[in-house]
Nanobody
Framework: QWQLVESGGDLVQPGGSLRLFCLAS??????????MGWYRQAPGGQREVVAR???????DYADSVKGRFTISRVNAKNTVYLQMNSQNPEDTAVYYC??????????WGQGTLVTVAS
């Protein structure tokens, strides 16, 4: 069984930067994670993908964050990061970490709040 814990959410001014961190912890004898990703849910909105990364470090991004956000991971530590630059108020949301074994969702984190406001 996998547990995901996010951290790093905060209040940031427009144009600012923030780095989110997610640690995946395994309990018992279970399968490995292949894909990790970040999703977000804005107030009143639906959860949407932000960025994803495979165990071989292939990445894909939502169009709205391309060129501003960077996802990375350290496989040996089961950690994934999201570097967010040039943030704008539309980035305000609860950000969730996600882990998959191929197409099967293994776990979600509890979320970390990012607020972009002056």
């Amino acid at each position: 069984q996998w547990q995901l814990v996010e951290s790093g959410g905060d209040l940031v001014q427009p144009g600012g930067s923030l780095r989110l961190f997610c640690l995946a912890s395994r309990t018992g004898n279970t399968f490995s994670i292949t894909h990790m990703g970040w999703y977000r849910q804005a107030p009143g909105g639906q959860r949407e993908v932000v960025a994803r990364i495979t165990s071989s470090h292939s990445t894909d991004y939502a169009d709205s964050v391309k060129g501003r956000f960077t996802i990375s991971r350290v496989n040996a530590k089961n950690t994934v990061y999201l570097q967010m630059n040039s943030q704008n108020p539309e980035d305000t949301a609860v950000y969730y970490c996600n882990a998959r074994r191929d197409t099967i969702v293994v776990s979600w984190g509890q979320g970390t709040l990012v607020t972009v406001a002056s």
